[in-house]
């Protein structure tokens, strides 16, 4: 093992920082991995060849992370004709099976619960102006999540679930990045896979972030900027969250002339249950 005993994310980042590491052996079961732990290195893993009777360990692997594909080019705002069901199977399919990757339609459901950095009675949109919620800011937190990590803050208020192929992410971080007060709510200084704190994460280490997280069921925090939110919309907003937004659902399906098919109420039915359309 490692000459010291580290925290999961600081022994993944160590392996990262090691070539010809493929990942890494944590002495713990899954879901219990908290504290130091014994951090033990290793190259060509071979899952089907390890000892599944050894002991209370856990492996992780790592993969190369494949640049972001491009964004998709912009699309008028009338929806094509969607059959009933196929937005939630498309939220749960991401859901299940996400990727540690810097492309959003791969790296699970990006969800923004209302905070009060919203428009109102349009809680689609974002606050019309920079004095949001008692703070002077141009962006709105969100929580990238999964069926193997991540977890919403603010559950119970609802929300919005942002379209992957529309949206454009300005940075993010591992844990509460403490955005409140900051206009951007980026840092300056860019983190790395060695160091993650006091910085933020560039979109395109978005993966790095959200690979050290693998596990982990507390909160990430990913950044949206308003002038991105605004310029989306409609198409923007993939589906809306939680049985008490069914007013704000229907008026904005009002407003744009859509229907439920194109554009959900769901509801989160809690860690690695995935979601379900309450349209």
């Known amino acids: 093992p490692y000459k010291e005993k580290l925290r999961l994310a600081a022994c993944k980042a160590l392996c990262l920082e090691t070539s010809g590491c493929h990942g890494v052996v944590v002495n713990g079961r ?13 190259k060509a893993i071979r899952l089907k060849q390890c000892d599944h009777q050894a002991g ?45 990757s810097s492309n959003l339609e791969e790296a699970g459901v990006l969800i923004h619960t209302f905070d009060g950095n919203e428009a109102w009675p349009e809680r689609w949109r974002p606050c019309p102006n920079t004095h949001c919620n008692g703070w002077v800011t141009n962006h709105v937190s969100c929580s ?16 919005i679930i942002f379209r992957p192929s529309k949206t454009k992410i300005s940075c993010s971080y591992g844990a509460d990045g403490g955005t409140q007060g ?5 840092r ?21 972030m959200l690979k050290l997280q693998e596990g982990s069921y507390s909160y990430n925090e990913v950044i949206v900027g308003f002038p991105e939110w605004e310029a989306g919309l409609p198409d923007i ?8 937004n069914r007013d704000v659902h229907r008026r904005f399906l009002q407003k744009y002339g859509l229907k439920s098919a194109h554009v959900p109420l769901v509801l989160f039915k809690g ?9």
Request: charged share 15%; net charge negative.
């Open 30 to 42: 899954a879901n219990h991995l908290v504290g130091a732990l014994s951090c033990y290195r290793r």
């Open 56 to 100: 209370d360990y856990t492996t992780f692997t790592f993969v190369i992370l494949a640049p972001p594909s491009p964004p998709s080019p912009w699309l008028p705002p009338s929806p094509p004709k969607t059959p009933r069901g196929a937005a939630i199977t498309e939220i749960n399919h991401r859901y299940f099976n996400a990727k540690s």
């Open 144 to 159: 990238m999540i999964a069926s193997n990590r991540g977890g919403l803050f603010g559950e119970h208020q609802g929300g």
């Open 182 to 186: 900051m206009f951007s709510g980026c």
């Open 188 to 208: 300056s200084e860019r983190c790395t896979a060695w160091h993650f704190w006091e910085c933020s994460w560039v979109p395109e280490d978005l993966g790095i």
């Open 237 to 244: 907003i993939e589906a809306f969250l939680g049985e008490n």
């Open 271 to 279: 860690i690695g249950n995935g979601f379900e359309d309450i349209s």
